[in-house]
């Protein structure tokens, strides 16, 4: 798992979500990406990191975690990456 | 680490596609204080996170993540009805998990589990919502200075 500090990589929120949410979808907006499982009716808004960075941006754990809990995957998604 | 039950007020003048718009929104949000840092979880409106060293530095980011996530929602909104459905939605997309350990969290804090003097206090039951109005005719009539986050008791 890549991480820089305690940031953890997109590719790697991005494997754990085919893990844990299969099926999920996302779409960049201009200021969050917003990320789409299931027939959950709100998405969950990811930072898109700094300018430059949103191909694979890193992102604090903090959001990570409140990803997971909003999708009901946290136990799934603490199996994959260091929450 | 611990968590503590956040009530908060913030207004907004959002620029839409043809309209403008006041966002009013008393809501409510989860505070989590670890040895890495703080991160402060939407509870209503819910779907998104905010993060800092320190609790200033994540209640300044919640609000800017949450004005930003308005500014999203309409870039794609073709109509003021429709920004106001969507931002009704945001409001509305609560989930399970944040909702139950924020409701414990304000039973923590009655039951004196819980103090954080470095905010102040608001009633748990203090009334929710958001007020999403079109501005046709701007007045000063409308200005209304928003309350910020205060722990929820």
């Known amino acids: 798992m890549a991480t820089h500090g305690n940031l953890i990589a997109w590719k790697d929120v991005k494997a754990m979500l085919d893990a844990c ?16 499982y299931s027939d959950i009716q709100t998405p969950f808004k990811l930072p898109l990191g700094k300018h430059g960075r949103r191909e694979n941006p890193e992102i604090q754990p903090g959001h990570v975690k409140g990803l997971a809990r909003h999708f009901g995957i946290y136990d799934c998604a603490k199996a994959f990456l260091k929450l | ?21 006041g966002v009013a929104v008393e809501g409510r949000a989860l ?20 993060t800092g060293h320190s609790v200033a530095e994540a209640l300044e ?17 073709e109509s003021f009805e429709s920004f106001q459905e969507q931002c009704q939605a945001f409001f509305d997309g609560s989930a399970e998990t944040p909702v139950r350990e924020w409701e414990q969290a304000v039973e923590d804090v009655r039951a004196g ?19 999403v109005a079109r501005i046709d005719e701007p007045s000063v009539e409308n200005n209304r200075v928003e309350e910020g986050a205060a722990l929820a008791a």
């Open chain 2, 61 to 77: 980011e919640f609000r800017r993540s949450y004005t930003a996530i308005l500014f999203d929602i309409a870039e794609d909104a």
């Open chain 2, 113 to 131: 589990r819980i103090s954080a003097d470095w905010l102040g206090r608001r009633s748990a039951e203090s009334p929710r919502g958001i007020v």
């Open chain 1, 21 to 36: 949410a299969p099926g999920w979808w996302h779409r960049d907006k201009k200021h969050r990406r917003w990320v789409y």
């Open chain 2, 1 to 21: 680490m611990s968590r503590y039950p956040i009530v908060f007020g913030l207004r907004d003048i959002i620029q839409g596609n043809g309209f403008l718009a």
């Open chain 2, 31 to 50: 505070l989590h204080e670890e040895e890495g840092g703080v991160w402060v979880e939407g509870v209503n409106p819910g779907g998104f996170v905010a």
